[in-house]
């Protein structure tokens, strides 16, 4: 009787001699495929699906100190607004050949304090923020990770490292004189408040009342935003007062507002102008077009992604922070 025998788990060198490669190329064509020839890198992706060849990344990460990790946190993966950005951010890191490690830490600092401490646990090669507010207990953990940073969707001139973003308080201000221009002097304000939402509301109000605009009437709805909010959140605000416009903190917010109004017989905008902030997918194809704010998500991610991975390798001009910028889209609804 034969005594069975262990296979032995295929290596490096068995997936070099199935591709008629140096073990050195196959090294590189899976660590840095961006800097090896495509044709190679198929050659040694193919002769690692004929192996079995499971790359390992621990080994690999303590002979290069580097993990090839990338940790993301973002306050929610339901809200449409970040869903290009993260999968841009997660494309371009693969092409760099980089793994995103996605976590939803919410709106609470403490939260992403504890969610960030346990993936630095992992010892990830980089990290991304959502937004620029931050617990002391996080700013100091981060600094003492001494690994790059990058914080998006938001802007400041004092970032944890590096930023790509855009100006929410600018956003504020350029709606606020969109909404003046237009002749528009009795707003509403329906808001599904974060401290970015926040920040573009002070804009706003701080534009009203330099033309002597009272403040604005409010309704603010829990996050995540949702039709049905924008659609009870209008009710909630045309039982306060009378509005020309109501300006909704996203585009769900205004599309809800849209059908609430309609289904109440008002004509948007003839009796009632809604603006929204996003652009989102569905804002130019809803009827009416919804006015609104837009800004290039996956320009975010894209320009995360090389930023970060620059830093990490070495290379690039070593730029800080990107201003995305916004653009104000006039369409039917305002």
Known sequence: MKSSKLTRAPTLDDV????????????????????????TVEKVLQAVRVTGYIPNALA???????????????????????VDTIQTLSDELALRGYHMLLCVAGYTQQTESELVSTLLSRRPDGVVLTGIHHSPELKKIILNAAIPVVEIWDLTPTPLDMLVGFSHEK??????????????????????????????????????????????????????????????????????????VIVCSSDTLAQGAIMEAESRGMSVPGDLAVIGFGDLDFAASNRPAITTVSVDRRAIGCRAATLLADRIEGVGQGESIVDIGFHLIERESA
């Not at 070099?16 to 044709?39: D, E, I, Q, Y």
């Not at 603010?220 to 909010?229: G, H, K, M, N, R």
Request: hydrophobic share 40%; with cysteine.
């Open 60 to 82: 690999g990460g303590l002979a290069s100190r580097r993990s090839r990790l990338i940790a993301v946190v973002v306050p929610q993966i339901n809200n449409n607004m970040f």
């Open 16 to 39: 070099a001699r199935t591709a008629g490669l140096s073990s050195m190329t196959v090294s590189r064509a899976l660590n840095t495929p961006h800097l090896v020839r495509p044709k």
């Open 171 to 244: 956003i504020g201000i350029a709606t606020g004189e969109y909404l003046y221009r237009k002749g528009y002097r009795r707003p509403g304000l329906l808001w599904a408040g974060d401290q970015r939402a926040a920040q573009r509301k002070r804009g706003l109000c701080e534009v009203l009342s330099h033309y002597g605009i009272g403040e604005p009437g409010q309704v603010d709805v829990p996050l995540p935003a949702s039709l049905a909010l924008g659609r009870s959140g209008l009710t909630a605000l045309l039982a306060q007062n009378d509005y020309d």
